[in-house]
């Protein structure tokens, strides 16, 4: 919701001056849908799911765990990551459905609080500006951050060292790289999207 | 067998008879579990081969070596339960992989495995909630659900009581006795040495090779290397010197 009030306080400040405060909804709504829910959801999830990931299966590997599965030949990417990937991927854009509200939220607090702007109009615009082509782009967006924050934390707990305090470097590192990874995908992603024209 | 540039042990040349408990012995940090990590297929060796029967296990394709590992039994210093599965399941989830058997006929082994190693009644508790004495048996129970051929232990007196661990001795050669399996037990405990061991191995670590290949008890009773007479008499024969 900040992060839709910010977005909204910026905007408008910046079309008032030709007259257009009344697109921040637009500018709000696509940003939120299209490209900030998935970030903030995965940046959260980063730091509360990938970090988790690390930990526990960088504990696993402290504990021979992972070279248990292995000798009763069971593949610890088939029994543990696999399954929290899957998971991610799942959930993921519920939690970006409620950061792009939230999101939208905020916008229409500072629009319609601050800068006499409607909540009809607001709405209106909204409805407007916001396709069903930014929302599932803004989906596939939280898919994909889904895939990279599993990849990142299970990938550090599996390169995870023997000792209490490799586990320690594994969360962090997991962190970090989910987090990296997010934005160079938004990057791509946006490229991407821009050449296919969507 | 070494990591990199760095050589662990090297010109091992051993083999273990059908049956026997053999012991890989040595001072703290001469290579013992390494070198039963490259038995087990946890690392691979930077040079040479391990045969099983006539089946060269590095040099076999990956599905083969997953079939030869499916007949070993595997008891890890600190047992290396799973922490998220209880006890039952921890036994029971090799059997649910590899049989067809039911989830009725899987919890009848189960408890007749926790059984066997004195924990009956203790299906469904954690590994977090139960000592360490108490893990290792529950350990040793999913090693030999599968009834295997071969198994391995690493260390396996390590942080038992005298009494618990004379009792996993028993234990062993009743497993032995019984089911007839080859037992490779990683160990520097020198009553279970004398206690168990048909033959053994002692790896020295500042030779970075093996130096004595025989029985246990008939080691101590001939051996004139002095590092292996340290070893066996907890220093009280052999090399006096004491590296600073």
Redesign the interface.
Known sequence: MLVGLILAFIGTIQLKMFGAQVFVADFVGIIMVRLMGAIMTGIIMAGRTGASFAAQIGTMQVNEEIDALQTFGISPMEFLVLPRMLALIIMMPLPCLYADAMGILGGIVVSVGIFDITLAEYLNRTREAVTMTNLWIGLFHGVVFGILVALAGCLKGMQCGRSASAVGEATTSAVVTGIVAIVAATAIITFVCQVLGI | MGYGDFIVMRDLNFSVNRGDIFIIMGASGCGKSTLL?IL???KRPLSGQVFYGDSNFWEAHPSER?QM??G?G?L???G????SMSLAENIG??LQ??TKLNHRQIQEIVSLKLSLVGLAGFEGYYPSNISGGMKKRAALARAIVMDPDILFFDEPSAGLDPISARSLDDLILELRDSMGTTIIIVTHELASIFAIGDNSIFLDVDLKTMTASEDPNRLLAESENPTVRRFLTRGKEGAVEEKL
């Open positions: 990590k087990i297929g946890l997953e590992m499916r070993f595997i890890y210093q600190y290396a339960l799973w922490s989830l090799t992989r590899y």
